[in-house]
């Protein structure tokens, strides 16, 4: 038996898990924007250093450049965390001026914008920006660089704390998503839980079709259940009718064979016993005879309950020629002379253990009832689109005021001696049903006697 499991669980699992990977992807991109932004907002500060700086550097009557460093700018950058700020002051190439001489100086700078860049300083990570400026002594200009670096710590614990919120944000987001598909799908559940109630208060012998309202994704499912209760219906049908049937119609037969044998029992003479014994096991015979045709027609039954038969394309004339060269023993121990016409093969759609009954159940009433002395001819005949199957008798017939009663069942529609159960016709017309084929009685040739015919539609 498979494990059950909870789908409120599944789909929260695999809700979590896909923005657990959305969420993830999320916080890098958010943690790289993040470094652009701190580097964008520090870069602007560390550039307004450098111009401070810049600002402050003049020609010296020597021709040398001299700087004054207003520290205030310096200040600006260490107003956060715990950074250190350095700088670097360099006049025409080679010629140091102020500063920390092993700071990294950046090489290509743009004109008067600053250049930007990470670096290393004493072991430490840092940002670093150069900007390149002229000092003018009213005859010259002499280029100078100035070069400011800070540490980089304020600038990672900014990214640090955007990251942590937004992953805070999420979470709760997350969260709040969660709760919000478990409320929902427990919401969406509620026509599941009314269908189990309603289906746990039927009665077991309740098999009518569900009604309840539910989704649309779960009512292939009410479908198919419904589908399944009205062939399990059916089958119960088919059951109850057959046990019916057999205790109605086994109850005479079973009754003769206890007298009979009581009779033996109570018998003065061997010739009683035996003719006591004969009259039971005819009451036996017949007996199962008519548990051969119960059995016929509750397999009929299922087969009609089906959805589908299983049929293929068969030769009708073969087998209606074997069949009828089986029964000849027994129709010529009964004084009936059976004979059988038709020319080719010919095809229907069917299935061909049911049309062998179905023959078999025409020449057996055939037999019974044509009396001592009659034909009964098994005919084939081919028209434009259909194969007629007849089986023709010249016995006595049916009276016409009686051949729509001996189509139903138990009912044999003939003060006959002949022992039956009034369901060899029924049997018959039900397996052509199956088939769509169509059951005609009507007289035989000369108006004597009787022809079963059952019409096929002809295979392609």
């Known amino acids: 038996m ?3 499991y909870s789908l409120r669980r599944r789909l929260l699992f695999w809700l979590l898990i896909s923005t657990a990977i959305l969420g993830v992807l999320a916080l890098a991109d958010t943690y790289r924007e993040a470094v652009q932004t701190s580097n964008i907002v520090s870069d602007r500060v560390l550039a307004g250093s450098a111009l401070a700086i810049a600002e402050r550097v003049v020609v010296a009557e020597d021709g040398s450049l001299q700087v004054d460093i ?14 250190r700020v350095f700088y670097r002051v360099d006049g025409p190439p080679g010629n140091f001026i102020t500063g920390y001489q092993s700071l990294p100086v950046l090489a290509e700078t743009q004109g008067d914008i600053a250049a930007f860049a990470d670096d290393s300083f004493r072991g430490e990570p840092i940002r670093v920006a150069t900007l390149q400026r002229s000092a003018s002594t009213g005859i010259r200009s002499v280029p100078f660089t100035v070069t400011v670096a800070e540490t980089t710590i304020a600038r990672r614990q900014l990214a640090r704390a955007i990251l942590l919120r937004s992953a805070l944000r999420l979470s709760v987001m997350i969260a709040g998503a969660a709760v919000i598909v478990w409320i929902s799908v427990t919401v969406a559940l509620r026509p599941l839980y009314k269908l189990r109630d309603a ?7 309740d098999l009518h079709p569900i009604e309840q309202s539910v989704p649309s994704e779960v009512q292939p499912l009410v479908d198919t259940v419904n589908g399944f209760m009205v062939r399990l219906q059916s089958a119960l049908d088919a059951l109850r009718n057959f046990t019916g049937n057999a205790s109605h119609q086994l109850r005479t037969p079973l ?3 206890r007298t009979q044998l009581a009779l033996s029992v109570r018998a003065a003479s ?9 009259k039971g096991d005819q009451a036996v015979a017949h007996a ?6 119960l059995l ?17 394309e068969i030769d009708l004339t073969a087998i209606a020629h074997d069949i009828t060269a089986e029964l000849i023993p027994a129709a010529a121990a009964a004084g009936i002379d059976l004979g059988f016409e038709g020319d080719g093969p010919e095809a229907i759609r069917a299935e061909p253990l049911l049309i062998g009954e179905m023959l078999r159940n025409l020449v057996g009433n055939a037999i019974a009832y044509a009396g001592s002395g009659a034909v009964v001819t098994v005919r084939i005949r081919r028209s434009e689109r259909t194969v007629c199957l007849e089986v023709e008798d010249d016995g006595p017939g049916i009276p016409s005021e009686t051949l729509a009663v001996v189509l139903q069942r138990f009912s044999r529609g003939t003060e006959s001696s002949s022992p039956g159960a009034g369901l060899g016709l029924p049997i018959v017309e039900e397996i052509a049903g199956l088939f769509n084929a169509v059951l005609t009685l009507e007289p035989g040739a000369d108006g004597k006697g009787l022809n079963a015919k059952v019409a096929f ?4």
């Open 296 to 312: 016929l027609m509750a397999k009929i039954d299922a087969a009609a309950a089906k959805e589908a038969l299983a049929a293929a």
């Open 270 to 278: 061997l010739s009683e016993a035996q003719n006591a014994a004969f």
């Open 2 to 4: 498979t494990a059950a």
């Open 457 to 460: 539609a002809a295979a392609a």
């Open 70 to 83: 207003p520290y205030v700018a310096l200040e600006m950058l260490t107003s956060a965390a715990q950074d």
């Open 199 to 205: 289906i746990g208060e039927r009665s077991p012998d």
């Open 288 to 293: 199962e005879r008519i548990l051969a045709q």
């Open 255 to 257: 009754a003769i064979i």
